[in-house]
């Protein structure tokens, strides 16, 4: 059974300030990592994906892998309200042909004015 | 990024009928589809991968004969719950993989479906 485990939070942040939210993952063979932003009542909204080992960035979001670890994180750096949402991250294992997710429940992200 | 529709985005229907909802790449070409719902304040929970050209999979619990899947092009699935009752209210969601970026899936706006 594969498994995505993410802090449901909410996680609260103060307007400016770095807001990070962190996944582990229980299949060694997962090959590719996302990350997707939900607002309530709206369908996710791809972020980032990353495939590597280590950091890449994109604007105001860098997502980090470490593979040896299972871990994949996403940095919000100059978080705005607007940021305020769901986050799931998705993990899939390209092996399987049908590149299918496996989603976390999503950390809520609260971020104060 | 790719674009991905559903049609319709709300649809509230009497107990008993059938529903179809369609999913359509705009702008990509779509091997692959997921069908995925979404009760509130749940996570997302995919149902079925509905193949171009072929019998969609379906996820374990999730019937075949009440949720039709038909992938008919590269650009459209189309998923039909029929015989609808209250219990299958919930956000449907769709998304589609580009067959140029390979490893992405680009997800639709959602259709909210509401049994009465």
């Known amino acids: 059974q594969k498994e995505v485990e993410q802090n449901s939070g909410p996680l609260s942040v103060p307007e400016g300030a770095i807001a990070s939210l962190n996944c582990t993952y229980s299949?060694?063979?997962?090959?590719?990592f996302f990350w997707y932003r939900q607002y309530s009542g709206k369908s996710p909204e791809l972020i980032m994906f990353?495939?590597?080992?280590g950091d890449k960035e994109d604007g105001r979001f860098t997502a980090q892998l470490n593979k040896a670890s299972q871990y994949v994180s996403l940095l919000i750096r100059d978080s705005q309200p607007s940021d305020s949402a769901t986050y799931l991250c998705a993990v899939s294992d390209s092996g399987a042909g049908s590149y299918q997710l496996t989603f976390g429940k999503g950390t809520k992200l609260s971020v104060i004015p | 990024g790719a674009v991905v529709s559903q049609h319709p985005s709300w649809v509230i229907c009497k107990s008993g009928t059938s529903v179809k909802i369609e999913c359509r790449s705009l702008d990509f070409q779509a091997t692959t589809m997921f069908w995925y719902r979404q009760f509130p304040k749940q996570s997302l929970m995919l149902m079925a991968t509905?193949?171009?050209?072929?019998?969609?999979?379906?996820e374990q619990g999730v019937e075949k004969d009440k949720f039709l899947i038909n992938h008919a092009s590269l650009t459209l699935s189309t998923l039909t719950v029929t015989s609808a009752h209250p219990e299958d209210s919930s956000f449907y969601i769709c998304?589609?993989?580009?067959?140029?970026?390979?490893?992405?899936?680009?997800f639709g706006p959602g259709t909210r479906l509401l049994v009465l």
């Open positions: 299949d060694r063979g997962s090959q590719s």
């Open positions: 998304s589609a993989r580009d067959l140029v970026r390979e490893k992405t899936q680009y």
């Open positions: 990353i495939y590597s080992n």
């Open positions: 509905s193949n171009e050209g072929s019998k969609a999979t379906y």
